[in-house]
T-cell receptor, first 113, second 115 residues
């Protein structure tokens, strides 16, 4: 059973556009939801994270929207740039629990100039 | 402040062989987690080490084992390699063990190819 489902698998956006990646989770005990960015040949790097007590978190051009009742969260990248082209992973975990970071399958984002 | 360092970066092994991968955690971090990332997939949790003891394990067979040393560095050992073990192996360090499943810093990984 896949605990974190991510869509779309790939996404092509024009420079300056908005990139939106969605994730849905199964386990209601998850209480930490990070997004990671991974460039080819590199490990994932933490981009932004949210806890379920807030519905939105913004850091620069990156925003997480969180819907606890629907068990969904999404990443919005405003004013997308070619340098944002990478694979993005959503993840979830439980504080103090044995459930470590559970990742989605990833979204390959391409931002065309 | 140094990041997470993994070695080697690439290696090729034959099916049935054994392999050891190494990880140096980020300065100030005392917890190390290992993940397997198959091509085109998200990382999957293998196990975590905190204070030199295994602190959580994912759905991986016993031939995947590990160690953590007093300086918080870690090793991942895989015995009886199978073709499906071909993947990018990621090490992530953090602080605080199971109480803090956040703040992970990932290394660039070791690309293992089993032939």
């Amino acid at each position: 059973q896949q605990q974190v489902k991510q869509s779309p698998q790939s996404l092509i956006v024009q420079k300056g556009g908005i990139s939106i990646i969605n994730c849905a989770y199964e386990n209601t005990a998850f209480d930490y939801f990070p997004w990671y960015q991974q460039f080819p040949g590199k490990g994932p790097a933490l981009l932004i994270a949210i806890r379920p007590d807030v519905s939105e978190k913004k850091e620069g051009r990156f925003t997480i929207s969180f819907n606890k009742s629907a068990k969904q969260f999404s990443l919005h990248i405003m004013d997308s740039q070619p340098g944002d082209s990478a694979t993005y992973f959503c993840a979830a975990s439980i504080q103090g629990g044995s459930e470590k970071l559970v990742f989605g399958k990833g979204t390959k984002l391409t931002v065309n100039p | 402040e140094t990041g997470v360092t993994q070695s080697p970066t690439h290696l090729i092994k034959t099916r049935g062989q054994q392999v050891t991968l190494r990880c140096s955690s980020q300065s100030g971090h005392n917890t190390v987690s290992w993940y397997q990332q198959a091509l085109g997939q998200g990382p999957q949790f293998i196990f975590q080490y905190y204070r030199e003891e295994e602190n959580g394990r994912g759905n991986f067979p016993p031939r995947f084992s590990g160690l953590q040393f007093p300086n918080y560095s870690s090793e991942l050992n895989v015995n009886a390699l199978e073709l499906d073990d071909s993947a990018l192996y990621l090490c992530a360090s953090s602080w605080g063990g199971a109480r803090t499943n956040y703040g992970y810093t990932f290394g660039s990984g070791t690309r293992l190819t089993v032939v």
